[in-house]
T-cell receptor, first 115, second 116 residues
Framework: GAGVSQSPSNKVTEKGKDVELRCDPI?????LYWYRQSLGQGLEFLIY????????KSGLPSDRFSAERTGGSVSTLTIQRTQQEDSAVYLC?????????????FGNGTRLTVT | DQQVKQNSPSLSVQEGRISILNCDYT??????FLWYKKYPAEGPTFLIS?????DKNEDGRFTVFLNKSAKHLSLHIVPSQPGDSAVYFC???????????????FGKGTKLSVKP
């Protein structure tokens, strides 16, 4: 079946511009996560949606970052006034049922380069 | 404050030998641990997991060991194959009240190279 789909796969933007990154999770998965991986670093948690609960935004690095999940499915991560330090691979993952032993299924990521 | 630590950024192993990847954690509230494998330009893929009530879980060539008192877990791959060359991430999770999954915290990864 179809996995987690992210678009675009690559995005180059100028410093100060806004960008939107899209994630289509696996159908039926109730949990959706955004992570980012900067060069040479691990996976940094950004935000987590679980069903209709309020999202866990504790990982968002600044108020320039926001995310929405419409209709419990597609999610959009928005970065306003991009900075060079925002350059990273942004990874989306979804998980069924939201139980502790549900592994995350990742997309291939969006590589964001801020020039 | 890094709650999940993988102190070895890289590991090189000969084909056929055992690969041992280590992970330490600081939060005693974690109760589920997972290992992911990542190839370049792809997202991480789930490999194996272990609950905190167990000390070992085995799946084919992959075995994960958990030492709760030491807050340490390890992934053993035996025999190692060239196709195992990838970055391996350790991750930990805390179960929320009501049983739902909490946020998954990742280590920085260990790059494994298996030489033919």
């Amino acid at each position: 079946g179809a996995g987690v789909s992210q678009s675009p796969s690559n995005k180059v933007t100028e410093k100060g511009k806004d960008v939107e990154l899209r994630c289509d999770p696996i159908s039926g998965h109730t949990a959706l996560y955004w992570y980012r991986q900067s060069l040479g670093q691990g996976l940094e948690f950004l935000i987590y949606f679980q069903g209709n609960s309020a999202p866990d935004k504790s990982g968002l690095p600044s108020d320039r970052f926001s995310a929405e999940r419409t209709g419990g499915s597609v999610s959009t991560l928005t970065i306003q006034r991009t900075q060079q330090e925002d350059s990273a691979v942004y990874l989306c993952a979804s998980s069924p049922a939201g139980t502790a032993n549900s592994p995350l299924h990742f997309g291939n990521g969006t590589r964001l380069t801020v020039t | 404050d890094q709650q999940v630590k993988q102190n070895s950024p890289s590991l090189s192993v000969q084909e056929g030998r055992i690969s041992i990847l280590n992970c330490d954690y600081t939060n005693s509230m974690f109760d589920y641990f997972l290992w992911y494998k990542k190839y370049p330009a792809e997202g991480p893929t789930f490999l194996i997991s272990i609950s905190s009530i167990k000390d070992k879980n085995e799946d084919g060539r992959f075995t994960v060991f958990l030492n709760k008192s030491a807050k340490h877990l390890s992934l053993h791959i035996v025999p190692s194959q060239p196709g195992d060359s990838a970055v391996y991430f350790c991750a930990a999770r805390r179960v929320n009240y009501g049983g739902s999954q909490g946020n998954l915290i990742f280590g920085k990864g260990t790059k494994l190279s298996v030489k033919p």
